[in-house]
Antibody, heavy 119, light 109 residues
């Protein structure tokens, strides 16, 4: 079965670091882009950036450039989204999704990781 | 704002048609995809490349684009269609290549 599996939730304090995962299975990891999408509470979807694990080609939205790091580990077919210093405003649901070509639609989504940053 | 504009809400009676618009400056050279997000769930693709429908999706969902507007149409609306709908516009030359629209809440009366 083709799937993207994300941890359900993470709770952190401001100033802490965090790396959330998107574990894929059922398809060739290096042949698809993985995107990360943010959804703040009660708000819409925001495109954060993408990575092509085959070449480690990574692109960021200007809104998120320098704020997060997107990476991938081909050996375990897993993509990551990472923060070095969390802020309360990073509280949101984060989805990963896959797409075949860079402009292709996101045909499969993870269930999302709810990140809560609170003191 | 660079985000494509969508009406915040659309209300429709069961059995009627819902039309959701997505406005950008110019669709030439851009691809439009549409997603449905039910409460508490991850988004699901419903239309891609303006008007293509994923296998298994009811024919009640259709897409089109003309000029500066793309449109998602849901005919014979059912209670299960109540959800948020987002367009996504791909423009590889943009600083925000995969930007999502502002989202539309469809309410079935």
């Amino acid at each position: 079965e083709v799937q993207l599996v994300q941890p359900g939730a993470e709770v952190k304090k401001p100033g802490e670091s965090l790396k959330i995962s998107c574990k894929t299975s059922g398809y060739t990891f290096t042949n698809y882009w993985i995107a990360w999408v943010r959804q703040m509470p009660g708000k819409g979807l925001e495109w954060m950036g993408i990575i092509y694990p085959g070449f480690s080609d990574t692109r960021y939205s200007p809104s998120f450039q320098g704020q997060v790091t997107i990476s991938a580990d081909k050996s375990i077919s897993t993509a990551y989204l990472q923060w070095s210093t969390l802020k309360a405003s990073d509280t949101a649901m984060y989805y990963c999704a896959r797409h075949r070509l860079v402009s292709d639609p996101f045909d499969l989504w993870g269930q999302g990781t709810l990140v809560t940053v609170s003191s | 704002s660079y985000a494509p504009t969508q009406p915040p809400s659309v209300s429709v009676a069961p059995g009627e048609a819902a039309r959701i618009t997505c406005g950008v400056n110019n669709f030439a050279g851009r691809s439009v995809h549409w997603y449905q997000q039910r409460p508490g769930q991850a988004p699901v693709l419903v239309i891609y490349y303006d008007s293509e429908r994923p296998s298994g999706l009811p024919e009640r969902f259709s897409g089109s684009s003309s000029g500066n507007t793309a449109t998602l149409t849901i005919t014979r609306v059912e209670a299960g269609d109540e959800a948020d709908y987002y367009c996504q516009v791909w423009d590889s030359s943009s600083d925000h290549p995969g930007v999502f629209g502002t989202g539309t809440k469809v309410t079935v009366l």
